[in-house]
């Protein structure tokens, strides 16, 4: 089973940017897509981005395409989430998972995820 560490989150100014990684570990990491989720307080977790195991195929929710970009490095067995022109409304914890290859669906064990918080 993959274990999965999120880190890079913070406190943020409206329009500013953030890098999240993930770290994944006791698994062949480069035969997985990776995706990103968050969660919100009072709300159900939900899809950010997905990549694939190549990293030549990307996939973004609505909510955040042209603003976030995923990409992942095989080598160091991590995934990255380069989040810019942050808003409020994308305050939440954000988490990394395996996805089921060519959908958002995740499959693995979450990790503790990172905190966002982008203030006004």
């Known amino acids: 089973q993959v274990q999965l560490v999120e880190s890079g989150g913070g406190l943020v100014q409206t329009g500013g940017s953030l890098r999240l990684s993930c770290a994944a570990s006791g698994r062949t990491f480069s035969k997985y897509g990776m995706g990103w989720f968050r969660q919100a307080p009072g709300k159900e977790r939900e899809f950010v981005a997905r990549?694939?195991?190549?990293?030549?195929?990307?996939d973004y929710a609505d909510s955040v395409k042209g603003r976030f970009i995923i990409s992942r490095d095989n080598a160091k067995s991590t995934v990255y989430l380069q989040m810019n022109s942050l808003k409020p409304e994308d305050t939440a914890v954000y988490y990394c998972n395996e996805v089921v290859a060519n959908t958002r669906l995740p499959f693995g064990s979450w990790g503790q995820g990172t905190q966002v918080t982008v203030f006004s």
């Open positions: 990549i694939d195991w190549g990293g030549l195929s990307t």
